[in-house]
């Protein structure tokens, strides 16, 4: 039996009036490619929040390795204003991490929206995400008495640059970079963070098709080199179809099917909801 | 002799401006750091109350019989001493404050920079702040000699700070200050954990406003309560803004010209001044702050990031260098 990594139980995330994620219960396990998909708004992103300790749901519990990573159920106001299910199954439980703590636990994650530190070198992005393994005090660090660490450090940052095919660019200030080659560099820091599950959020959105492919096959290609777990968000049904094992599929919040490509591909209600609706 | 305290005075700015420099890391995401002032006024109080000579202290605290204290300390360990008490009320201060989002700690750094002013000044403080009255006959920069001269004091101070948050910032925790800078969010998603972070760099901050408190101190050769007032932070906060937010030697740079500007260069502009029978307008005193202003006007108008924006005078050179040999490959 394969290990979960990460399970979603009856995650209900509301903003004021606004039920983004309705009762999302999902389950990834150990080295499986699974692609969260549906249309704009449907709450994917809000998903990924969740998880790593953006949000803290509204109700559900999120846990990571079995170990519970976030859970919350309907306080104060929300008890009236709640308008998800199973408001009294994860009563008493309430389990808030700041996004820090998850990285630290070894989810790793990219932005839809790009996200990397705009004053700084493509190099230096890399290198920053090194920093929460580090074993250096303030002290230390300033007197460069870390230098091993930070030799490193330097070696493995500039090393993930090469992976992601950056290597010649990461002098270049990260903005300045096109948006394909920004994209990957979101994920060489990511993984610079030494994760064991990798969220991808959108990885291709802005890509052409053949960069979409070479995407598609780096993410298998990493996925085995580091031995990870990829929850991937994605819009490209060619890239989804290709390199999942499993799909979920949401619509308003709510999961409205699960399953292999081939399930998908012929589930009516996914065709009618998204596949059918998009020009995909 | 009167050549030699001005150079004195830049130096000594420099070095508070300085001081200030540690807080652009937190600028943006923290808010700025309003309370430079009181920061400084703590570590010129610790300075001077620890090094007052044991024989002065009768005349000093003659109003509360000679004070409690009853010990001197040795110059460095009252200078470190400075910057690590300014450094612990920082660490107190952000404790709370620094767990909330937006400008909190500006409106809370204020606070503590006008109550603490009031606070050295209570009479039950008197055997040891003197009250409101001065503090005197401490080591000042014109009886601490290093080989013999009283010039290098002041360099050496000013040449180890700068060497100090170069090393920060160029350590790993400069580089994470420098992420949550840039994009809060992101450092946390990173695994920068911004609490911890912010309350270290704003912590690291005040030590050097405590440290450059002293050293203010040790310039003027007495301290007052009441001549640490916002307008001094404000001085520091526009020498880091004209200077480049993040650049040290931006910031240098801008406080010599600051220096230069306000106390030799426009000094003229105060003296009535007659060419011929040409009675020149304007020339009269406080006309010097007028042109002063109008000129700090004109850079942060036209050089929205400061003299030098994010860059290093020693890293223009280099990315010329670079530019140019990835121009010839
Ligand atoms: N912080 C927030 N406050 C209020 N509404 C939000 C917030 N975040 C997301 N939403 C809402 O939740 C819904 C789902 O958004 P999102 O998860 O970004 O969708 P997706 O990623 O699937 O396109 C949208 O209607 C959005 O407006
Ligand atoms: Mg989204």
Not at chain 1, 89 to 109: E, N, Q, Y
Not at chain 2, 29 to 56: D, E, H, W
Request: aromatic share 10%; with cysteine; charged share 15%.
């Amino acid at each position: 039996m394969s290990e979960s990594v990460l399970r979603l139980e009856n995650i209900t995330m509301q903003f004021g009036g606004v039920v983004a994620i309705n009762d999302l219960t999902m389950h990834i396990d150990q080295g499986e490619i699974v692609a969260l998909i549906g249309p704009n708004g449907a709450g994917k992103t809000t998903a990924f929040n969740c998880v790593t300790g953006v949000y803290e749901p509204t109700n559900g519990a999120v846990y990571f390795h079995d170990k519970l990573i976030a859970a919350g159920h309907p306080q104060g106001k929300m008890k009236r204003m709640y308008a998800g299910t199973n408001a009294d199954k994860f009563v008493g439980m309430k389990v808030s991490l700041t996004p820090d703590r998850i990285t630290h636990m070894g989810i790793a994650r990219t932005f839809q929206n790009i996200r990397l530190f705009k004053s700084q070198t493509a190099f230096e992005n890399v290198l920053i995400a090194t920093h929460l393994r580090r074993t250096s005090n303030i002290f230390t660090a300033a007197f460069h008495l870390n230098y091993k660490e930070e030799k490193r450090n330097r070696d493995r940052a500039m090393e993930l640059l090469g992976i992601v095919g950056l290597a010649d660019v990461a002098e270049e200030k990260a903005t300045s970079l096109p948006y394909g080659m920004q994209r990957r560099l979101e994920i060489a820091r990511a993984l610079a963070t030494q994760p064991t599950l990798l969220l991808l959020d959108e990885p291709a959105a802005g890509m052409n098709p053949q960069e979409t492919i070479d995407l598609g096959l780096f993410i298998q290609r990493i996925k085995e080199k580091f031995g990870l777990t990829v929850f991937v968000i994605e819009h490209h049904m060619d890239l989804v179809m290709g390199i999942s094992d499993r799909i979920y599929v949401v619509e308003f919040g709510k999961l409205i099917a699960e399953g292999t490509p081939h399930e998908i591909q012929n589930n009516q209600a996914v065709i009618d909801a998204y596949l059918g609706g998009n020009d995909e | 002799m009167r050549k030699m305290s001005k150079l004195r005075l830049g130096v000594c700015l420099t070095v508070v401006a300085l001081l200030y420099f540690g807080a652009w890391y937190a600028e943006k995401s923290m808010g700025a750091n309003l309370g430079q002032a009181g920061f400084m006024l703590v570590g010129a109080y610790v300075y001077a109350v620890f090094t007052i000579p044991l024989k002065k202290h009768a005349a000093v605290y003659q109003y509360y019989n000679g004070g409690i204290i009853q010990f001197e300390l040795p110059l460095i360990v009252a200078l470190l001493l400075a910057g690590i008490v300014a450094a612990l009320l920082a660490a107190l201060i952000g404790l709370p404050v620094l767990r909330l989002k937006s400008d909190y700690l500006a409106i809370a750094t204020l606070g503590f920079a006008e109550i603490i002013r009031a606070v050295v000044q209570w009479d039950s403080l008197g055997p040891i702040t003197n009250g409101s009255n001065l503090l005197k006959t401490y080591p000042t920069f014109n009886n601490t000699k290093i080989f013999g001269t009283t010039v290098l004091f002041p360099f050496i101070v000013s040449g180890v700070c700068i060497a100090l948050i170069l090393l920060i910032i160029n350590s790993t925790y400069g580089r994470a200050f420098k992420a949550i800078r840039d994009d809060e969010v992101a450092a946390e998603a990173m695994g920068v954990n911004l609490f911890h972070h912010k309350e270290l760099s704003f912590v690291i901050s005040c030590f050097f406003a405590g440290i450059g408190g002293a050293l203010l101190a040790m310039f003027q050769g007495t301290v007052q309560a009441n001549s640490f007032k916002s307008a001094m932070t404000y001085d520091v906060l526009l020498m880091v803004v004209i200077g480049g937010m993040g650049s040290v030697s931006g910031s240098v740079i801008a406080s010599f010209l600051y220096i230069a500007c306000s106390e030799w260069w426009l000094r003229f502009l105060d003296n009535p001044l007659t060419i011929g029978s040409f009675n020149v307008p304007l020339l009269r005193s406080g006309f010097r702050m007028v042109v002063f202003s109008a000129v700090i006007m004109v850079v942060v108008l036209f050089f929205r990031r400061g003299i030098m924006g994010d860059k290093e005078l020693w890293n223009i050179g280099m990315r010329r260098q670079k530019a140019g040999r990835r121009a010839r490959k």
